[in-house]
Every structure is written in C-alpha cells, then in structure tokens.
C-alpha cells in the first residue's frame, strides 16, 4: 500500500478510515517510519498518527512514544473534565482503585490518555473488524468517586453459552429464537459481573442505552447483592425496583392516552405530515392529562451516580484515565484506530490541519 499517498490524503485533509487500512502490513509501517524520518513536519504528524492507527503503542518506536507519552502528561497536567458522549454501555463503580479496576476486568498495558482521547479512541471501537472490537477498555479517572469501565471483558464477551451466528438456521423463526437466546446469556453475563464487581468494590452499576434503537437497561448491585435488574427487551427478568423509578413510565410501558387519540390524524402524499401531527398531539395529550415521561439508563445513571454525559469543569477528578488491553487485545494486538488529533509538533514548519493539537 502506498503510505506516502495515505499520508498526503491525510494533510489534505480527505477522508482516511481505518478499514481503507485493513490491508497494510509490516512493510507498510516501515514506509511510514521513514517518512517520520524524512518527511516535512505535516507528513511527519500524518505518519505518527497512521502509526499509531495501525499498531497502537507498540507501532510507534521509543522515540514517538516517549514524545506522544510526553504530550499526554503535559494535556493531563492541565485537563478540564469533558463528557463522554455516544457512551451506549458502560460500568460505573464507586471506587478510585484504578488498578483493582483494571484487575478485576483483566485488563493489562495500561496506557495514560486525557479524557477527550479516551473518548475518541473508544467511539471508534465499532469501527475495526474481528476481535478489534473488543480488544481494548477505556477505563476513567475517579470522576465525584465514581470509576467508569467503556467495553467489557473478554470473557464477557465470549461466553461459552453464545452461539456462533453462522450456526444458526436460515429459517426466519429459528434465526430469531437463536439471537434472543444469545442476548440473553449476555443478559445474564453483564448481570454477574455487576454483582462480582459490587462484592470487590461495595457498589456498581452497568447501563446500556441504544443510540440506534428503543434498547435500555440497568443493573444495580451493592456488596454482593443484585439490588435492580431492568431491560426493555426483557421485562419478565425484572429484579427489584428503585427509587429513582418513581414518577416515570418503564421504557416497555405504554403511555396511558385515551383510545383512538391518532385515528383521525389525516395521510396524506407526504409521510411525514402523519407523523408530525402524531408528535404534536402526541406531546398535548400528554400535558393535558399530566402523564409521566419514560425514565431509561441516562435517567437512572444521572440520579443514582455521575452520567458520563453529564462530566463538566465541576466535576471532582482524582487520577487520570487509561486505555487497556483486553485478552482479545494481548493475544490479537491493539486494535486500529486512527487519531488525527494526536500529534506532536515540537516546532512546526508550517500550519495544518494535524498541527492541532486535541488530545
């Protein structure tokens, strides 16, 4: 592959994904090793994050990674918690032992990383192929005592219940029964954890809520004991209930509106008018008669301890965060994740869109 010309696509700042990388090999990082050597300073910055993007840590040298080392300790020296956004499921416990985190996951090679490129690199966890979805763990700081796990261990996410998709029969029903049959070992298997975790640590939490779909749930387990288990999906294995809950509808809960509130809503030759006038009567309906909103994780994580969301300059940090490895990571390597924003540029030549800096 032609490094120098992924490179200059980079500087000129065209689109560059980690799966346009997915055929690169040794030869290739040796391409771009020698561009950090030769290169003008935005090939250079472009080359160290194409490193970094196809090797983790490991791909840069010791002379990049002490100066990317160097520029993370400088940003964490002075770093104003951010929020993490797109966080669908995470893990909050109320502890500030990073490293009993770390080993209770089995998490190993942890790398220090600001909070802003914690974020980054976990949102990109979706991106790779195979085992480099779950190859690697952003764990936080202690955030007003709380520690959050993004991702899940790798025994967590290989169960020996699972069943391999391309097992399954092709006849729709039983294709069906097979996924819900999965999603629930997994069920079971975050539930566990959450309970092991609040035995170590006194108190955690694990939350789920789908950016693509209606989906959500949470566990809440104190000293070794399952306190709250709710999903969506799965309302019959409900545990307990909370405080938190009352005032609000269960996200599998029907709203209360008198019957045949949308009959009469006209259709017409654009959708959308139909559905515009649902919402409006939808959201009047529901002043009028004072009827409760749906709670879902955000809503519980936000009462019950700190939502990720929700971190600011307020916040009380303790520490500082790390990217880890999972089993799958150590036996597979660091997943690809491709960080425009992490260079370091001693002396810059002259300006571009990888001189930023946004650790």
């Not at 771009?32 to 050597?37: A, P, Q």
């Not at 009462?303 to 990571?329: D, F, N, Y």
Request: glycine fraction near 8%; proline fraction near 6%; include cysteine.
């Amino acid at each position: 592959m032609d490094m120098r010309a992924v490179a200059d696509a980079l500087v000129a700042g065209k689109g560059v994904s980690t799966w346009d990388l997915r055929e690169t090999g040794p030869d290739d990082l040796l391409e771009l090793r020698e561009i950090r050597r030769t290169g003008n300073q935005a090939l250079r910055n472009a080359a160290l994050t194409l490193l970094f993007g196809l090797g983790g840590p490991d791909a840069l040298g010791e002379h990049d990674l002490a100066l990317v080392r160097r520029l993370i300790r400088s940003r964490l020296a002075v770093e104003v918690p951010v929020a993490m956004r797109y966080c669908e499921f995470w893990y909050a416990i109320r502890t500030g032992d990073q490293a009993a985190v770390l080993d209770a996951f089995g998490l190993s090679d942890p790398e220090p990383v600001t909070m802003s490129l914690g974020a980054e690199i976990w949102r990109q966890h979706h991106d790779g192929f195979g085992h480099q979805q779950c190859a690697r763990v952003y764990v936080s700081p202690a955030l007003d005592g709380w520690t959050f796990v993004f991702g899940r261990a790798s025994d967590d996410l290989h169960p020996a219940d699972v069943t391999e998709e391309s097992t399954w029969s092709i006849e729709p029903r039983e294709h069906y029964q097979a996924m819900l049959a999965n999603e629930k070992v997994r069920r079971d298997v975050d539930r566990e954890r959450c309970v092991a975790l609040s035995r170590r640590f006194g108190e955690a939490h694990n939350y789920y809520r789908s950016h693509g779909d209606s989906m959500t749930s949470w566990c809440v387990a104190e000293k070794g004991e399952l306190i709250r288990f709710y999903a969506n999906a799965a309302p019959e294995e409900s545990v307990g209930e909370l405080a938190a809950e009352n005032g609000y509808l269960l996200p599998h809960e029907d709203t209360p509106l008198p019957e045949g509130w949308a009959d009469d809503i006209p259709h017409t030759d654009d959708p959308l008018d139909w559905q515009r006038e649902f919402v409006r009567r939808h959201r009047r309906l529901k002043a009028e008669l004072d009827l409760p909103d749906h709670c879902d994780a955000d809503t519980i994580a936000e009462a019950l301890s700190v939502h990720p969301g929700k971190v600011g300059p307020r916040t009380r940090v303790e520490g500082h965060g790390v990217i880890a490895l999972t089993r799958c990571g150590r036996r597979y390597g660091h997943p690809r994740t491709l960080l425009r924003g992490l260079t370091y540029t001693p002396a810059p030549e002259r300006s571009s869109l990888l001189d930023e800096d946004r650790t």
